[in-house]
């Protein structure tokens, strides 16, 4: 029988998991409402930053849900039946390491083409906007979503997943690929990733950050109003994507310490277990703190406005979902 006192007693994961799941739930809910509202919003489906934010959050969803299932579940005995419903080679262990790993790892890539076009839109305005076309961010997102798809399918295929139970040992359930230097591989390129792009970023937005300063004066001397409120647009959507950033900057530093340092295990998977659940569930409140278009669209009530055709004519009232919001 499960005993839930001695749990919490012996298990920092389980006291872990009881702060962080109410955030993470909430997070969920508000992440898709969000993103409920950017895909039926005309004027921000046609643009990059909002549609690789929708992909983004696919992608934050799936990688902090699979872990929360696949990973923190697993990691109590009494969901053992569960687990190999299907056997030890079922869609659940497919799941456990390939499944999380595409989430986990299109989450990293999406990061890093958000923050490729946030540079673009300050550094490179006029290509920024020749590129960053609505079928370019589709074929971005494909490809991104395209080549983990198929790394996840090509190491299911060459070693199949597995869950391995041995209950007169560790009483754990654990999933790994058949091929123990593949899923070494694997692992090491999981743990490395997030520190690569961690310094990409960092690069990124340093040129960003310097680019934003430089100009700043100029830009707010001038008279004209729509390059000043362009400006702001940037500024606020840098420090947005900044921010989601720091967080993966953070992971990144947490998993080097671990390879570099060996680091005490549970320490780092606590950290590491913690900054995910932020790092899959900051975004939906960035997006509303730093993007003002976005932020009335959700926020603002419904209402109609009148609308006139042509002179002399009568008005004709028109229904509209939501009170236009500016252009950022």
């Not at 530093?253 to 549970?266: C, G, I, N, P």
């Not at 209402?303 to 008005?315: E, I, K, L």
Request: hydrophobic share 50%; aromatic share 12%; charged share 10%.
């Amino acid at each position: 029988m499960f005993n839930c006192r001695n749990q919490l007693a012996m298990d920092p994961m389980t006291v872990l998991i009881i702060v962080l799941l109410p955030f993470t739930i909430t997070s969920t809910f508000i992440y898709v409402y969000i993103l409920s509202v950017i895909l039926r919003n005309r004027d921000l489906r046609v643009k990059a930053f909002f549609m690789l934010n929708v992909a983004m959050g696919a992608a934050d969803i799936g990688t902090i849900w699979s872990m929360y299932i696949f990973h923190r579940l697993r990691s109590f005995a009494h969901f053992t039946p569960f687990f190999l419903i299907f056997g030890n080679y079922g869609v659940l262990a497919f799941m456990c390491t390939n499944g999380f790993g595409f989430f986990h790892n299109t989450q990293k890539y999406l990061l890093l083409a958000i923050g490729v076009n946030r540079f673009m839109a300050v550094v490179m305005p006029s290509t920024h906007k020749k590129i960053w076309t609505k079928n370019y961010c589709a074929l971005v997102i494909f490809l991104i979503l395209g080549f983990n798809a198929v790394h996840s399918a090509v190491t299911q295929i060459v070693s199949p997943s597995s869950f391995q139970y041995k209950p007169n040992q560790t009483n754990l359930l654990t999933c790994r690929t058949e091929d123990k230097t593949l899923y070494s591989i694997g692992l090491q390129y999981n743990s490395y990733l997030p520190v690569l792009l961690a310094v990409l970023l960092c690069l990124i937005y340093g040129i960003i950050v310097i680019y934003l300063c430089t100009n700043r004066k100029k830009v707010e001397s001038t008279s004209n109003a729509s390059k000043l409120h362009a400006y702001k647009v940037e500024l606020r959507l840098t420090i947005c994507v900044l921010l989601h950033s720091l967080v993966l900057v953070i992971d990144g530093v947490s998993t080097a310490f671990s390879l570099v340092f060996e680091m005490d295990a549970l320490v780092i998977t606590l950290i590491n277990n913690m900054v995910q659940d932020i790092l899959c569930g900051c975004n939906p409140y960035l997006l509303l703190l730093f993007s003002s278009e976005l932020r009335k669209l959700v926020f603002c009530s419904r209402s109609y406005v009148s609308a006139y055709s042509g002179s002399g004519s009568s008005p004709v009232f028109t229904a509209v979902g939501r009170v236009p919001a500016r252009s950022n």
